[in-house]
């Protein structure tokens, strides 16, 4: 038992330290302007979690048994899996949005390319 409850400890220091590393990156890089604010709130709000769940050990065997999960560690690593999971979803529609944009964006351009071209060549025969 007292085997598991060192395991349990171990994992804790270290979701502990990893959280607090991803939030220290993302004000970094935030700071520096390498992620916009909008993003930089799902990797803040997700080490946040990451890191209340691995302090706060009775929310932890809380949720195992609301879960069914005796294992509390496991419970960590579910609950950190899946808010990861929901931040890479919200950027996967971001990424899918900015893209068809991008298509349209590219349509509009050679559009008002086709329309200066023809202007240039109506201008052009005008002149003679």
């Not at 050679?110 to 025969?125: N, P």
């Amino acid at each position: 038992m007292e085997v598991i409850q060192q395991q349990m400890e171990r994992l804790l220091t270290v979701s502990t330290i990893l959280s607090l590393g991803l939030i220290v990156v993302v004000l970094y890089s935030l700071r520096r302007a390498h992620i916009r604010v909008e993003y930089s709130v799902s990797w803040l709000a997700a080490g946040l979690v990451v890191y209340v769940l691995s302090q706060w050990g009775s929310a932890l065997h809380w949720l195992g048994r609301w879960l069914g999960i005796s294992y509390p560690p496991a419970v960590l690593a579910s609950i950190a899996m899946c808010v990861f999971l929901m931040v890479l979803y919200r950027f996967s529609t971001i990424i899918s949005h900015l893209r068809d944009n991008n298509i349209a964006l590219a349509q509009k351009v050679a559009i008002l390319d086709y329309q200066i071209r023809q202007l240039q060549e109506s201008h052009g025969e005008a002149r003679r």
